[in-house]
C-alpha cells in the first residue's frame, strides 16, 4: 500500500498550484479520499475530501471557493487543484483515505507560499 503526494512547489500569492495523490496496493474506488495538510510547528489539518466515485465534495471552510478536490478511480489518483493561494496555506500536504485514515502516510509534497 503507497501514497505518493506530488505537485508541491514554491509560490507567489494569488498563484495556482495542483496536487496529485497517486495510490497504489488496494481498491482505491472502494474509498473515499481527503487531502490534510500541517503547516510548520502545528498539527494536521483537514483540507476536503471525495466520495468515492467523486460525486460528493466536501471542503474546510477556509478552502471554499478556492480549492476544487477531484479524482480519477482509473488513474487511482485523487488531485487538489488550489487557486487564489494564500501565505497561511503554506505546509505540507498529504493525502489518505476518509473519514479514518486508514493507511500509512506518505512522505507529502510541500507547499509554499511566498513573494
Known amino acids: 500500500v503507497q501514497l505518493v503526494e506530488s505537485g508541491g512547489g514554491l509560490v507567489q500569492p494569488g498563484g495556482s498550484l495542483r496536487l496529485s495523490c497517486a495510490a497504489s496496493?488496494?481498491?482505491?474506488?472502494?474509498?473515499?479520499m481527503s487531502w490534510v495538510r500541517q503547516a510548520p510547528g502545528k498539527g494536521l489539518e483537514w483540507v476536503s475530501a471525495?466520495?468515492?466515485?467523486?460525486?460528493?465534495?466536501y471542503y474546510a471552510e477556509s478552502m471554499k471557493g478556492r480549492f476544487t478536490i477531484s479524482r480519477d478511480n482509473a488513474k487511482n489518483t485523487v488531485y487538489l487543484q488550489m487557486n487564489d493561494l494564500k501565505p497561511e496555506d503554506t505546509a505540507v500536504y498529504y493525502c489518505?483515505?476518509?473519514?479514518?485514515?486508514?493507511?500509512?502516510w506518505g512522505q507529502g509534497t510541500q507547499v509554499t507560499v511566498s513573494s
Open positions: 489518505n483515505t476518509w473519514p479514518t485514515e486508514r493507511l500509512s
Open positions: 496496493g488496494f481498491t482505491f474506488d472502494d474509498y473515499s
Open positions: 471525495i466520495s468515492w466515485n467523486g460525486g460528493s465534495t
